[in-house]
């Protein structure tokens, strides 16, 4: 039988992330995912280091975000040096077309202390000479950054085996194993792993996971489809956002397009319907992606929230179950906070000075 201090459950980036973070701190840490790690919300993403309309978010996930935001490219640095990979952390801006918010997405960067303007008509072109512009301003924000998470989860991976965390593969949890007041573990279908600490970082699916542990929160699963384009360097250069939908250009000329928000359940199948609005949305902003092959179109399930919780994350430890952690229910921003998200929590385990006020994602009166 396997023994470890802590068993993540959950292979995603939020995972794999709190995996870094308690090994770095000295823990022994197993990751036991489902399929291989990596592969579900945290791959199917635009890898978009900022929400799309930053201001409309509450003050508890720009906190984890402006906290990752710093991080970011020090993470990916050091992953160059530990793994030899490029994730491509490119702070190439975002710029947005829509203006009905000017004053009130104005306001809250002056307030942050972080940099976004309002530009004309002149300067959107000059920035972006092949976008189709139907509007006379646009905001933006020239620190967003982006990263090829696929990359990063792929970079991840390698870093963590290298230094000693176990990670199962092809491993379901079949349930959490736990005494009247405290967790002793989990059991999978080829046994029982047992630990004193489980963190639950099983993203649209920790619901099964919990739900026998009175966590009525629901987390529940949105779906996400994206379109990848075939392009040439340089026709698009910065990530650009018109009524929810965005295209993001990667070094390499590809640019993503996105994407739906489907209450579909656990359906992660792509439909042309989703094709088409993707397609029709990026062509209006860049014509020139009319003449470009569609390589790929795929679909992720974000884990959401209840409208109410407006996105915040539930990241602690269980009111009524010692040992048993949650970090998860990052809904559209999971990428951007990742970082911070596993940070806090492992301050909350060793009782360190936490980076943000945990309180307002603690789990604490849903259970
Ligand atoms: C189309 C799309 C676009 C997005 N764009 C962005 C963006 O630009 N920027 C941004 O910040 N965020 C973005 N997001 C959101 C972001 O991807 C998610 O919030 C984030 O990836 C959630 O990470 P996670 O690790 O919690 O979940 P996941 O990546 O889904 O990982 C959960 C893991 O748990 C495993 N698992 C589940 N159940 C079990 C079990 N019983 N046993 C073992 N393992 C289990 C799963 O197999 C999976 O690997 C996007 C999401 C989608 C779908």
Redesign the pocket.
């Known amino acids: 039988m396997h023994v470890t201090d802590f068993i993540i459950?959950?292979?995603?980036?939020?995972?794999l992330l709190t995996a870094r973070e308690l090994h770095q701190a000295g823990a022994s840490v197993t990751v036991?995912?489902?399929?291989a790690?990596?592969?579900?919300?945290?791959?199917?993403?635009?890898?978009?280091?900022s929400p799309l309309y930053p201001w409309r978010g509450p003050e508890a996930v720009t906190a984890l975000v402006r906290w990752s935001q710093e991080r970011y490219p020090i993470l990916a640095h050091t992953l160059a040096d530990e793994t030899g990979m490029d994730v491509e952390w490119i702070q190439n801006g975002l710029l947005i077309l829509d203006t009905e918010e000017k004053e009130r997405a104005l306001a809250w960067a002056n307030q942050s202390g972080i940099r976004l303007y309002l530009i004309n008509h002149a300067a959107i072109l000059q920035h972006e000479p092949r976008l189709a512009v139907m509007t006379n301003e646009a905001l933006w924000l020239p620190d967003v950054a982006q990263i090829r998470?696929p990359r990063l989860l792929k970079a991840l991976r390698h870093s963590l085996l290298a230094s000693g965390v176990v990670i199962k593969e092809h491993?379901?949890?079949?349930g959490l194993i736990a005494g009247a007041d405290r967790i002793q573990g989990i059991e999978t279908a080829s046994g029982s792993i047992l630990a004193s600490k489980v963190v639950v970082?099983?993203?649209?699916?920790s619901d099964?996971?919990l739900k026998n542990f009175g966590f009525h929160e629901k987390i529940m699963p949105v779906?996400?489809?994206?379109i990848l384009f075939r392009a040439a360097p340089g026709l698009v250069s910065r990530i650009v956002i018109h009524k929810d939908h965005y295209v993001v250009p990667r070094r390499d000329g590809r640019i993503l397009a996105?994407?739906t928000v489907e209450y579909a359940g656990f359906d992660k199948s792509t439909t042309h319907q989703a094709l088409m609005e993707l397609r029709q949305a990026a062509v209006a902003l860049v014509p020139a992606l009319a003449e470009c092959e569609i390589e790929h179109h795929w679909?992720?399930?974000?884990?959401g929230t209840a409208e109410a919780r407006n996105g915040v994350p539930y990241i602690g430890e269980h009111p009524r179950v010692r040992g048993l952690y949650v970090n998860?229910g990052?809904?559209?921003?999971?990428?951007?906070?990742?970082p911070a998200s596993a940070r806090l929590l492992a301050d909350i385990i060793f009782e360190r000075a936490p980076i943000v006020d945990p309180v307002p994602y603690q789990i604490l009166g849903h259970c």
């Open positions: 459950a959950g292979g995603g980036l939020i995972g036991v995912e489902r399929g790690t990596g592969q579900e919300s945290s791959w199917a993403g635009g890898g978009i280091l998470n491993s379901e949890i079949k970082a099983a993203g649209a699916w099964n996971l779906r996400g489809q994206m996105g994407s679909a992720g399930l974000r884990p998860t990052h809904f559209r921003n999971g990428v951007v906070m990742a």
